[in-house]
């Protein structure tokens, strides 16, 4: 699966910015789902991620409350969407597939990667 992610932006801390990532092929809901970040100087963080059938996610202590994670699998897509945004969510933000029927997250183990959406944050 390919995937393109986009919707990254500049935004005040406190605002909000909703991340899409478009897969292509026709198994998408085949996969779980994941975002993922990266600042500069930093380890990669997995912020979220949602079973292919959107019974469960997975939130990263780091968001949990104000990042949402969502899926339209007639669209091939999925989202991120992020409110009350802070300064240290100023990062890349990538989203990634996982093959997985598995219904608990966390999931492991992803191997396709989008190339990335820059978020930033300012005060």
């Known amino acids: 699966v390919q995937l393109q992610a986009s919707g990254g932006g500049l935004v005040q801390a406190g605002g909000a910015l909703r991340l899409s990532c478009a897969a292509s092929?026709?198994?998408?809901?085949?996969?779980?789902m994941g975002w993922f970040r990266q600042a500069p100087g930093k380890e990669r963080e997995h912020v979220a991620s949602?079973?292919?059938?959107?019974?469960?996610?997975y939130y990263a202590d780091s968001v949990k409350g104000r990042f949402t994670i969502s899926r339209d699998n007639a669209k091939n897509t999925v989202y991120l969407q992020m409110n009350s945004l802070k300064l240290e969510d100023t990062a890349v933000y990538y989203c990634?597939?996982?093959?997985?029927?598995?219904?608990?997250?966390?999931?492991?183990?992803?191997?396709?990667w989008g190339q990335g959406t820059q978020v930033t944050v300012s005060s």
């Open positions: 990634a597939a996982v093959l997985s029927f598995d219904e608990l997250g966390p999931w492991t183990g992803f191997g396709s």
């Open positions: 092929g026709r198994t998408f809901s085949s996969y779980a």
């Open positions: 949602i079973s292919w059938n959107s019974i469960s996610t």
